[in-house]
């Protein structure tokens, strides 16, 4: 099946899902315990505008895999292609120092997925890609609105990742490369590098 949707909330990014296209296999009723799907599909993630320019700013999602419908698990291989992580900017403002602008990820690789009682549990091993990212002030701060950390691209290969409930996460990494890195390092009024300020937010929202 093919559809578009879009979703917004009170936080104003509008997200259009396009050329979402699902297929399940294997599908029986009544639902019995240890039965699979196969479940896979694509779709289209971006900013809600039209034109050429809107479509080209779109990323792609793939994915294919068993699920479980009951346990609930999902197990098959996931692909990311430029997909616009500064889309969600609104809902990570608390978490983050600075005001991300634009980022891109990639990723190829398998990913598990299961639910316990404890909670989930998660392995995703592959190569990621962030891509195009633009850090800058915060509104309010001395440097706002300035871009202050960029790059062209970050990537991460052999990624493996695994979560637990209760664990610390576990991550290795085969290999790192960073391509056109860029940092502003600014002397604000007050004679203080800004890195102090980006420290300062963090510690101003744990009070």
């Not at 578009?4 to 936080?11: A, E, L, Y």
């Not at 392995?123 to 915060?138: F, I, K, Q």
């Not at 890195?181 to 007050?190: C, D, G, I, R």
């Amino acid at each position: 099946m093919l559809f578009r949707s879009r979703w917004q909330d009170d936080r104003r990014p509008v997200v259009a899902v396009s050329d979402l296209g699902m297929q399940l296999q294997g599908l029986a009723w009544p639902l019995s315990r240890g039965a699979a799907w196969t479940w896979s599909g694509s779709a289209r993630v971006g900013p809600e505008a039209l034109g050429r320019a809107a479509r080209a700013a779109e990323g792609r999602l793939q994915w294919q895999g068993r699920l479980d419908p009951l346990a609930p698990a999902w197990s098959g291989q996931l692909s990311a292609e430029r997909l616009p992580l500064h889309l969600a900017a609104p809902y990570l403002a608390e978490a983050l120092p600075l005001e991300l602008q634009r980022a891109e990820l990639d990723w190829r690789g398998p990913l598990q997925l299961s639910a316990s009682a404890q909670g989930w549990q998660v392995r995703l091993r592959g190569d990621a890609r962030l891509a195009e990212l633009h850090l800058a002030g915060r509104a309010g701060s001395p440097t706002a609105g300035e871009e202050l950390l960029a790059w062209r691209a970050l990537d991460l290969r052999g990624l493996d990742l695994a979560m637990q409930p209760g664990a610390t996460p576990r991550l290795a990494l085969d290999r790192v490369t960073l391509a056109d890195f860029y940092a502003s390092l600014v002397v604000t009024e007050q004679g203080e590098l800004n890195l102090n300020e980006w420290r300062g937010a963090r510690g101003a929202r744990s009070e």
